[in-house]
């Protein structure tokens, strides 16, 4: 009922950094969707419980009892974001109106196997929203993929509906690369109608270079800060042709990837070396990887389906100042672009999208794209789990 709401979006990628929280003051729904960025703050996961969030994500044997106290864990460390990010924005949590929180996705399986006698595809994100309702008050939104996969899709990507309100051109054709331990691209030609949209994951983005950084440095690093590494080294080109040679990149949209496609094992080529092979042209690789197949998938699958001016980058690997070089040369056709460009950090869009997406539930609209998910149609996406201001959110009650 409220003209504009305060919202806070959640995110957990599969990078397993840490916790994205943004506050967004959102007008409106829709199409007609004007948002505000008041406040981002990120919440790193501390070594023990990301240790244990890569256990479960790798595929590793654990127990349903790791697997329910993580999803508590999660929801508990969600909330705590959530007052961070209140006290660094100087708001009182009663300000709130909603919250979207995507999960921790610790399973993605998009394309069914046979499972018990059925074809069975199946997701699952952890971090109990009912911990964030409780402490915090505020409605919960969560779980957004399930209902797509039920109807049909493969319960990602879901940003591109978030892309298509926010960077739609009547004259620019947009390309929006989000680049966060998957890389994901949303094509959106000029003058768009929504069924033009197209999306899908190209394949790694930081996943194999944090691996890389990681068991070189012990832990020491966490990641190839602006590319330095990666910069003074040189592409080992058998390497390089062995991982490009993986059947992902082949196959056609709609595609979904995860650490399942692209993490331990993938990278296990990068580091199953006999000592002969120096750091520094190993995490140039695992770049150059990431930016050759960013590269094939736009040249090969989405330019000649469309017309593209600007390529605007987003994700963590936003930053990676050698990442974007190389995207640059192997891109020239591009205007290329961040989405702080367009006043959204990089760091915080996703987290801004499921605040967007929490926004349109509430609303009643669908959120999925069908023609990027390859969903049969949209729909209402997410599970509502109500905190103490659900009935000043119904109108109910006046604040
Ligand atoms: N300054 C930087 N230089 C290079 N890479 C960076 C920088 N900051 C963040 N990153 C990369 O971004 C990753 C986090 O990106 P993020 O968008 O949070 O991904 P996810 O959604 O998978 O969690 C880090 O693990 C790191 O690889
Ligand atoms: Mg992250």
Redesign the pocket.
Known sequence: MKESRLVVGL????????V?AALVEIIGSGLLTQIKLKYFY?VPFDSKVRDQLLRVASGRLVSAQVISHLNFLLGILYSEAVFKLCKGARIDLHQLDLIGSHGQTIFHQSEPSVFCGRKIASTLQIGEPSFLAENTGVTTISDFRPRDMAAGGKGAPLIPYVDYILFRDLRQGRVLL?????ANVTSIPASPKIIQVRAFDTGP???P??IV?RRFTQNEK??????EIARSGKVIPTLLEDLLADPYFALKPPKTAGREQFGEHFTSKLLDQDGSRCFEDLVCTATEVTAQSVARAITELVLPQAHIDQLII????????F?LQRLRALLPQLEVLRSDDFGIP??AK?AVGFAILANETLNLHSGNIPSATGARHPVVLGKVVCGNNYKRLRGIVKS
């Open positions: 995110m957990t990628g599969t990078s397993l950094d840490g994205d990120s989000n680049i966060g331990g998957i983005g930081n996943m270079i944090d950084v966490k990641f190839d800060h602006r590319g987003s994700g963590g690997g936003a930053y990676n100042d990442l990089a760091n996703e």
